[in-house]
C-alpha cells in the first residue's frame, strides 16, 4: 500500500535554531512530493515540491526540503526558525503517473518554536 | 482574488440530519477534492472530481455524498449514515496537472450532537 510517514508528532525548537520535520515515504514507482503548513483552523497553504531535478528544492518563507531518493525521505528544512513558523505540517504524495490528481498524506507533525 | 471559499465556518447540527457544505473555486480549476481531518490522523480523502458532472469516491466515501454540477462548485453532503460526522472538512481544488499543488479551502468544523 501507498503511503506517506511522519515519524514525529512533535518538534520543539528554539527560535533562530535549525529546524528539520521528517518525511518518509513507501510507493511504487517515482512520485511528486509535496509540504504543506496549516495554521489553527485554517485551510493547507501550499510550501514547496519536488518533480525532478535538483534534490534541494526551496520554497516559501524561507523553507527548504532535501529529496533523498535512496532513503526515500523528503524532509523540511530551515535554517533559522521563527516563533511564527510554529505550526502542523504535511508531507504529501502524488503517485506517477496519476489519473486522478489526489494526494496521499502524511499524519502530520507539529512544530513548536520557542522564544 | 482567487481562491477556494467554504461554508460555513463552523456547522452544528443533530444526529439523524443530512447537511450539505459549501466548495466554491473561482481558481478555473478543472480537478475538485474533499478531504475530512481528524486529530493525529492526517488528511483522509472523501470523494474527487476532476471534470464537471463526473465524481468519483476516494477512500472514506461511505455516509457522504457529492455533486458537480457546475465547475466552480462541488458541495458535499454528509448523510444520518456517516457513522462519526464530526470533524474538520477540507475542499481542495487543482489544474488536474501532475506536478501541480493542491490548494485549499479554510475548512468547515462540523460538529454533530
Known amino acids: 500500500a501507498q503511503s506517506v510517514a511522519q515519524p514525529e508528532d512533535q518538534v520543539n525548537v528554539a527560535e533562530g535554531n535549525p529546524l528539520t520535520v521528517k518525511c518518509t515515504y513507501s510507493?511504487?514507482?517515482?512520485?511528486?512530493l509535496f509540504w504543506y503548513v496549516q495554521y489553527p483552523n485554517r485551510g493547507l497553504q501550499f510550501l514547496l515540491k519536488?518533480?525532478?531535478?535538483?534534490?534541494l528544492v526551496k520554497g516559501s518563507y524561507g523553507f527548504e526540503a532535501e529529496f533523498n531518493k535512496s532513503q526515500t525521505s523528503f524532509h523540511l528544512k530551515k535554517p533559522s526558525a521563527l516563533v511564527s513558523d510554529s505550526a502542523l505540517y504535511f508531507c504529501?504524495?502524488?503517485?506517477?503517473?496519476?489519473?486522478?490528481?489526489?494526494?496521499?498524506f502524511g499524519q502530520g507533525t507539529t512544530l513548536q518554536v520557542k522564544p | 482574488d482567487g481562491g477556494i471559499t467554504q461554508s460555513p465556518k463552523y456547522l452544528f447540527r443533530k444526529e439523524g440530519q443530512n447537511v450539505t457544505l459549501s466548495c466554491e473555486q473561482n481558481?478555473?480549476?478543472?480537478?475538485m477534492y474533499w478531504y475530512r481531518q481528524d486529530p493525529g490522523q492526517g488528511l483522509r480523502l472523501i470523494y474527487y472530481?476532476?471534470?464537471?458532472?463526473?465524481?468519483q469516491k476516494g477512500d472514506i466515501a461511505e455516509g457522504y455524498s457529492v455533486s458537480r454540477e457546475k465547475k466552480e462548485s462541488f458541495p458535499l453532503t454528509v448523510t444520518s449514515a456517516q457513522k462519526n460526522p464530526t470533524a474538520f472538512y477540507l475542499c481542495?481544488?487543482?489544474?488536474?496537472?501532475?506536478?501541480?499543488?493542491?490548494?485549499f479551502g479554510n475548512g468547515t468544523r462540523l460538529t454533530v450532537t
Open positions: 510507493v511504487s514507482g517515482n512520485p511528486y
Open positions: 504529501a504524495v502524488r503517485l506517477i503517473p496519476s489519473n486522478t490528481g489526489k494526494l496521499i
Open positions: 519536488y518533480i525532478t531535478g535538483d534534490n
Open positions: 481558481l478555473n480549476h478543472d480537478a
Open positions: 481542495a481544488s487543482s489544474t488536474g496537472q501532475g506536478h501541480s499543488p493542491l490548494h
Open positions: 472530481s476532476q471534470i464537471v458532472n463526473d465524481f
